[in-house]
């Protein structure tokens, strides 16, 4: 090995980090890509689902076990959202009526007559 050679691949090396971007080490700042709404972070589960399934399931069940459970997959996390929505509200309203008798002093209510 030459000393011309080694030159030439260290000035090479030093080219090549040169032109490339350098590293950035600040966590904080805003990422490039905007925050996924719900309805895409829903369906890019159910496309890695599908995708597992078809990679597991393909050779045994068939090509379409992939959009099947995909299709499958974002049904049912659409609907598990809407019942968790809709216990939320009743959970809501179940802990509002608790601390309601449970903080309402028993002296501010009519008292019985025996």
Same mark, same amino acid.
């Given at each position: &090995?030459? !000393?011309? #050679?080694?030159?030439?691949?260290?000035?090479? *090396?030093? *080219? %090549? &980090? +040169?032109?490339?971007? !350098?590293?950035?080490?600040?966590?904080?700042?805003?990422?490039? %890509?905007? $925050? !996924?709404?719900? /309805?895409?972070?829903?369906? $890019?589960?159910? /496309?890695?689902?599908?995708?597992?399934?078809? &990679?597991?399931?393909?050779?045994?069940?068939?090509?379409? =076990?992939?959009?099947?459970? +995909?299709?499958?997959? $974002?049904?049912?996390?659409?609907?598990? $959202?809407?019942?968790?929505?809709?216990?939320?509200? /009743?959970? @809501?309203? =179940?802990?509002?009526?608790?601390? /309601?008798?449970?903080?309402?002093?028993? @002296?501010?209510? #009519? !008292? +019985? +007559?025996?």
């Amino acid at each position: &090995m030459s !000393p011309n #050679s080694a030159d030439a691949g260290i000035a090479g *090396a030093i *080219a %090549r &980090m +040169k032109s490339e971007r !350098p590293i950035v080490l600040n966590f904080s700042s805003i990422s490039a %890509r905007p $925050e !996924p709404t719900l /309805d895409e972070a829903r369906t $890019e589960l159910a /496309d890695s689902i599908g995708q597992i399934a078809h &990679m597991i399931f393909s050779k045994k069940y068939g090509p379409l =076990v992939g959009t099947v459970s +995909k299709t499958t997959a $974002e049904t049912l996390l659409k609907n598990a $959202e809407e019942n968790l929505y809709r216990a939320k509200g /009743d959970a @809501t309203l =179940v802990i509002q009526e608790l601390v /309601d008798r449970a903080f309402t002093s028993k @002296t501010a209510k #009519s !008292p +019985k +007559k025996k």
